[in-house]
Structure formats: C-alpha cells, structure tokens
C-alpha cells in the first residue's frame, strides 16, 4: 500500500496563490489540493502546517552535481553535491551538467552521479556535452543519448563568448541544436542546449545568428549567466522578448559582484522592469562549480565553489530586497525551469505532479520542512535523509 500523507492548515503557492488548503499525498504524487480534507488515522500520516507557505519543491537547472576542475589548477577541484544541502535549500529536481573539465570530469561519472542521487530521492537529470565542441556523449552521438539514456534530457553546458570555449561555428551551433531538438521530439523530451554565456563582446549573437539562420524556434537554446554584467542582461531581455528563456545564476562572491555581475535577485528584477515576459526568466545556482574571477588579461584572480542553498536565498532576495512580485520570483525557481527542461511532472502543486514540497514559515522566510517525491528528507529544521553510509 502506498504512504499517504495529509498536509493541513498550509497556503498554497501553486504557484499562483490558492490560499489556504489541505494538501494529500499518495505514495510519490499530489493526489488532492482542497479544503477540509480528513484523514482516518489508520490510513496515514497528518501533518499540520500551521499556516505555512506550502510551494513547489525548487528546481535547479544548473549543478555540476559531480564536481567541476577548478580553474585554479587540480587542487582546486571542486567536490560533489551532497543531496542534504539540496533538501535544507528546498531543492527536489536537480539538472547534472559538466563545466570547463571533460577531461578529468566525465560524463560516466556524471551519469552514474546522477542515478545516485536519484536512488536518494532528489529527482536527477543531466545533460550531455560540456563546455567543449565537439560535444562528448556517452552512446556516441547526441541523438542517440537523448533518444535512449532515460535521464539525459539535453546538451550543456555549451560555451559560447567566453576565452574557456572552442568557439563553435554557427553551423556547428545549428547541427547540434538540431540534432537534440529531433531527439528530444522522438523521445517526448526537451532537448534543449544550456548554453554558458561568458563575457565577451559577442554575448548572444551566436545564438540570435544560429535562429536567424535556421529553422530551429529560439527556445532550443537556454542560456545562463546573464546577469554577469548590465550589457549582457540587456541583450538577455531582447532574446526574452523574442520568445527565448533565459538564467540567472544564484551562486556569487563579493569580487564577481565588484567587477561588475548583478545578483540573480536584482537581475530578475531588472530584467521585468525592462519588459522581459515573468515566464521567460529563470534562476539556478551553479552549484559545486567553480566560482572564478579573471582579469581583463585572462588571469585567476579569485575562485570559490558554488551552492545549492544560493537558489532559495536569492528568490528570498527577490522578494525582500528587491521587492519583485511573490508569484513572479517562485515562478523563476519552479515552473519556469521546469517548463523550459520539458520536466511536465514538476514545479507546481496540482494533482498528478510529483510529491515535491516546500514549507516556509511566513515570518522568518525560512525553510520548515521538506518533502522529495512523497518522502520527508528535511523536517522541522532537519534532516531526515540517510544515505548508505550515513551513520
């Protein structure tokens, strides 16, 4: 017989505000949001939210969940994701990307990463491909691992304007963007290509060029990292307008913010002040990568390691500091990015969708409980998961 949870007394950001109702779950999904919902005692577990905000479980498009080669040399190798700091952080669905490293950084090691911490309980999915071109899989082509690795739902993260990337032709672009859009349509995924966007002067031409030049719809490519200066958000807020999503990234330091990248949370704001459509914006936080700044020469200057928490604290930010509409910024860590990756299981609180929840205390904004796929794995300020070697 499957678990069933009743969740009582929360408000249900559903998104969209439903205001205050009962949440049951069965097994691993949403079976009901209503009001009054009663519960025999014999038949599950009831648990009263008090007036808890209640939202979707936080989905992250961007974690380098197997680690990433620092570019500060091999000592700098940044370590793997550790699925308690995504639950504490609110965090259900998790997308495994390789960075700069796919020589030392593979895709086996990230795919079998990615099944562990789906075998966890945080839902994982990964893209093939790096920062490199050619794009590296693991069958041999980018179709067939679409097409047949049931966890693969894309290439990234692609590199393009930036010193780190091969500098792929716009008919490069357009094949591989090409390839993975017949995939992800045979296989009923998104296929789309996360593309990492560095600061060079070229910004998103290659991937306006690779549209105007081809068949491909502008949603087939997703890039992130456009707030890392005021140009590139701009050209962001362009590439929105014409019907594209784009990421902000949630992870930072105070150096990358001096040199001139805005936070996730002002940029969200930015960008819907400058008429950007709210469904096109997202925020991810880049977390176990590399966090590095360079100098106009090319030179490391700082690096420190990205975090998944940085994602529930900048939609926190959004909100607080920024003052960005409530619906708006969870929209951007819930069922923006959920759309964009073809996850249609994920990122809002409706019958059938996955069991991935979110309680908030209303005054402190911070994180009660969490719940991954039907399962408790953070209550009352701890943590309930436990892994094979948890002691």
């Excluded at 017989?1 to 049951?24: E, H, Q, W």
């Excluded at 008429?275 to 936080?285: H, I, Y």
């Excluded at 619906?327 to 409706?350: S, W």
Aim: hydrophobic share 40%; glycine share 10%.
């Amino acid at each position: 017989m499957s678990k069933i949870t009743l969740i009582k007394n929360a408000r249900v950001y559903a998104p969209r505000d439903f205001g205050y109702c009962d949440v049951l779950v069965a097994g691993d999904k949403i079976a009901r949001v209503d009001q009054n919902l009663e519960l025999p005692q014999s038949l599950g577990e009831t648990v009263d939210a008090d007036g808890a905000w209640m939202l979707p479980g936080l989905v992250d498009s961007l974690v380098h969940i197997s680690g990433g080669g620092g570019e500060g040399g091999f000592a700098s190798r940044t370590p793997e994701l550790d699925p308690r700091e995504a639950f504490a952080a609110g965090v259900t669905t998790v997308i495994g990307v390789l960075g700069t490293d796919a020589t030392t950084r593979t895709l086996n090691e990230l795919y079998g990463k990615a099944r562990a911490l789906d075998a966890q309980g945080l839902s994982c999915y990964m893209h093939s491909g790096s920062y490199q071109f050619p794009v590296n899989t693991l069958t041999g082509s980018v179709r067939t691992d679409i097409m047949l690795v049931h966890n693969i739902i894309g290439v990234g993260e692609l590199a393009i304007s930036d010193h780190r990337s091969s500098n792929p032709s716009i008919q490069e672009l357009v094949r591989v963007a090409s390839d993975a859009r017949v995939a992800g349509l045979l296989a009923g995924k998104s296929g789309v290509i996360s593309v990492h966007v560095g600061g060079a002067p070229g910004r998103l031409e290659p991937l306006f060029a690779a549209v105007e030049q081809s068949d491909l719809p502008i949603t087939q490519f997703y890039p992130t990292h456009m707030n890392r200066n005021e140009s590139l958000l701009a050209h962001g807020v362009e590439f929105t307008c014409a019907g594209g999503f784009i990421d902000f990234t949630a992870s930072t330091t105070e150096e990358i913010l001096a040199s001139g990248e805005l936070r996730a949370s002002r940029a969200l704001r930015c960008a819907l002040e400058a008429g950007a459509p709210a469904d096109r914006l997202t925020l991810s936080s880049d977390a176990q990568g590399s966090l590095t700044n360079f100098c106009d020469n090319g030179a490391l200057q700082d690096i420190e390691v990205g975090s998944v928490a940085s994602l529930f604290d900048e939609f926190r930010r959004a909100v607080r500091d920024e003052q960005v509409d409530f619906v708006m910024a969870l929209q951007a860590v819930t069922t923006n990015p959920a759309r964009v990756l073809g996850l249609r299981h994920k990122g809002c609180i409706a019958p059938r969708q996955d069991a991935d929840l979110c309680l908030v205390d209303p005054d402190s904004f911070e994180i009660r409980h969490v719940m991954a796929r039907g399962t408790w794995q953070f209550f009352d300020g701890h943590n309930r998961f436990r892994g094979a070697f948890s002691r």
